[in-house]
């Protein structure tokens, strides 16, 4: 009886499907049939030409209704203007957070997803509304690489050093984009750039070399950690990856389709197609480099492909039905987003209607919000600051950028800015006289800084040089295609200029990576850093500087004492001397190193278990304590360090950490989680992840290198 009504349930719903698909002038419009018999039916009525046309970046055929996609860039906000935009007809104003460093500089991953899902929201929006239908669904971020070299060019892309850590943030940032719904997503999250692509200069024919288990456990982590938390689209990097470009590395299919379950998007680079045959030199033309893209998964090409692609189907390089399977992907994808199926059905469609989101005070505040937490306080000699405005009469800020906000390669176009010094004007009103000079002038320096009661000098990078492509005239400068060349700040002769007139004086280093800032901070009483890009970067700092806000950002790399502490800019293996894992001697500061205008007090550390087994995971427990006299966030930090491991391993590693705001005499016990899945190592004969027995010291603080409480746990492996 039970079987008969199977039987029968089976057929109702049956005949329901077919009743429906009626309704529709082809199967593929359906929403309620499978998704793979929807995408069966579109390769099947697509032309030859048609599915070339699918190889792009949007697979839109008007001829059968299908609306697709293409890409825009998201790394901190919709990016449809700015430095890198500025071809662009069209540029429409969006919501413009601090660099993607800045933003991993909070340590807040709660955070991070509400920037990715204001983002997120924002490009549907433009995409939908009337007013703009333009823009796209697909964003690509976050950039899931990571920042192995303080003089990488691209350092402001990235979340920092650590591969676990970056994998944390890329997650949040997917999640955020990519919305809550359980069947259609608010924007497609396209990661990059896969893999190992962590130098600018002579990106186009370069090879990032590292053995097995650093593809494992480093390189690829972060990607891998995007895919589990959906992202379901990637960029292939420029560069070679142990004497292979990306855009063809078997890797691609092997790992991240078969092993990951990535079947969505995987696009080359801008004009990576070409750089296969005329830079690596891995293909005659560009027929066979076209065709070997195709065949390596590649489903979505950021250049002109058409003519290569015929080339290789006319010469029998490729096949058809080649195309047929990993053009699915990209169908995948648009179904996802829901461009496919009626607007009803779709939550995010009704994303079209009212006032522009980043006019809203909402998104205003938040802004405010998430610069004010990305901003880093190295150094705080005897409490110089906050400032007291009410004992300042005169002040002066000194730097070149101070009086503008500078957008990067990769910004929007904020719909305000409001400048450094601008913030900090309209936080003192009328009381004090604020003065500026960009310090072009010697004379002019001199003259304000004699004048000043304070000084705030305003340093840091150019965000694209201010030049041309593949230009940086200042050494410590970087950017896309450019790596730096120095990591000392040009402007420190600058600051001792300013210094010797007036001691009072105070350092913001608006930077995109690190600097070997020694002498600062060794003669300059107070330092904070923060990154570009903020529409409100001036009353982030300002609030901070004058006490309104109390700093708590944490560092996401190692900042070196000098060159000479980092190993040749080639050289991918990290555990020569690389990250906070395996830094060789003293840094002038530590990876997850921050200062705040409060002090916090930690006790009371235990573990659940001194036994952790396969599949189970270790709780941590420990009391924070804000033990000054002001409202202050800490960021508290689990590090493990294997002890007898059957290979090398790094001297610290982090595993867990959490932000968490306390007032004053206020405490509380922050759980922090290890779990036996993140100790295991890559075994390089097996080719798996193995959990060894091992003896572990489990180490909790607030940096890398401020380790308040230890343990020891035992692994038993299976």
């Not at 109390?550 to 060159?563: F, H, I, Y």
């Not at 007898?644 to 989680?673: C, D, Y």
Request: glycine letters at 8%; one cysteine or more.
């Amino acid at each position: 009886m039970f079987y008969r009504l199977l039987i029968t349930s089976a057929a109702v719903l049956s005949f329901f499907i077919t009743a429906a698909q009626n309704n529709y002038s082809y199967p593929f419009q359906n929403p309620h049939l499978d998704m793979e018999k929807r995408i069966d039916n579109i390769i099947s009525l697509l032309t030859l030409d048609e599915k070339i046309v699918c190889l792009g970046t949007n697979p839109t055929i008007t001829r059968l209704g299908i609306k697709g996609s293409g890409h825009i860039e998201g790394l901190h906000g919709v990016a449809l203007g700015g430095p890198g935009n500025w071809g662009r007809r069209k540029f429409v104003m969006t919501t413009t957070f601090c660099q993607a460093y800045g933003l991993a500089e909070t340590w807040d991953t709660a955070l991070i997803r509400k920037v990715a899902a204001t983002e997120g929201y924002e490009a549907r929006y433009i995409f939908q509304s009337d007013k703009y239908n333009t823009g796209a669904l697909v964003v690509r971020a976050p950039n899931a690489d990571i920042g192995r070299d303080p003089r990488w060019g691209r350092t402001e892309e990235c979340y920092g050093e650590d591969a676990w850590f970056n994998g944390c943030m890329a997650q949040a940032y997917v999640k955020g984009l990519q919305g809550n719904d359980p069947k259609y997503w608010m924007t497609a999250s396209l990661m990059k750039h896969f893999l190992a692509n962590s130098n600018e200069n002579d990106r186009v024919r370069s090879t990032s070399d590292f053995d097995e288990r650093l593809f494992r456990e480093y390189y690829s982590l972060p990607f891998k950690m995007g895919v589990e938390a959906g992202s379901r689209a990637y960029m292939a990097s420029y560069n070679k990856v142990n004497g292979i470009p990306m855009m063809v590395n078997p890797v691609l299919k092997e790992i991240t389709v078969k092993e990951w379950k990535q079947n969505g998007i995987i696009c080359t680079d801008g004009g990576a197609l070409g750089l296969l045959w005329k830079e690596h030199k891995y293909y005659p033309d560009s027929a066979w480099a076209a065709a070997a893209a195709v065949k390596a998964g590649i489903n979505q090409f950021l250049d002109r492909h058409t003519n290569p692609i015929k080339k290789a189907l006319s010469d029998g390089l490729l096949k058809e039905k080649d195309i047929d399977e990993v053009i699915r992907g990209n169908f995948r994808v648009m179904i996802k987003l829901g461009l496919l199926d009626p607007p009803e059905m779709v939550p995010y469609a009704s994303i079209k209607n009212g006032d522009e989101p980043w006019l809203s005070n909402a998104n205003k505040e938040f802004v405010k919000e998430v610069t004010r937490k990305s901003i880093v306080l190295l150094k705080n000699e005897n409490n110089f600051l906050p400032l007291d405005k009410s004992k300042i009469k005169t002040l002066a800020i000194i730097g070149p950028y101070a009086n503008e906000v500078l957008l990067d390669w990769y910004s929007g176009t904020p719909p305000y800015t409001v400048s450094i010094v601008e913030g900090i004007k309209k936080k003192l009103g009328d009381n004090v006289t604020v003065l500026w000079t960009s310090g072009q002038n010697e004379d002019s320096v001199k003259d304000l800084a004699a004048k000043a009661d304070h000084v705030i000098m305003v340093v840091g990078n150019h965000t694209w040089c201010n030049a041309g492509w593949e230009k940086c005239p200042i050494a410590s400068d970087g950017k896309e295609a450019v790596d730096r060349k120095s990591i000392y700040l040009e402007q420190e002769e600058l600051i001792k200029t300013v210094y010797r007139i007036n001691a009072n004086t105070m350092v913001a280093l608006i930077a995109s990576f690190p600097y070997a800032i020694t002498w600062t901070d060794h003669n300059i009483a107070a330092i904070v850093q923060m990154t570009h890009n903020s529409q409100e970067e001036g009353t982030a700092l300002a609030d901070v500087l004058f006490g309104d806000y109390n700093p708590g950002g944490k560092l996401v790399q190692t900042w070196p004492r000098s060159m000479e502490q980092l190993p040749p800019m080639m050289d991918y293996n990290i555990r020569n001397g690389r990250t906070y894992m395996y830094f060789k001697g003293a840094p002038l500061y530590p990876f997850g190193y921050g200062l705040s205008y409060t002090s916090f007090s930690f006790s009371n550390f235990k573990i659940s278990s001194k036994v952790l087994t396969a599949g189970k995971e270790l709780i941590c427990s420990i009391d924070v304590t804000n033990s000054g006299k002001v409202l202050g966030d800490e960021v508290v930090q689990l590090y493990i360090q294997h002890l007898h491991s059957v290979v090398e391993r790094p001297k610290k590693e982090l595993k867990a950490f959490q932000r968490v705001t306390l007032k004053p005499n206020e405490k509380k016990t922050i759980l922090l989680k290890i779990k036996a899945a993140d100790l295991k190592y890559w075994d390089e004969n097996m080719h798996q992840f193995i959990l060894e027995n091992d003896k572990i010291k489990v180490m909790a603080g607030n940096s890398s290198a401020d380790i308040k409480f230890e343990d020891i746990f035992t692994v038993m492996a299976p």
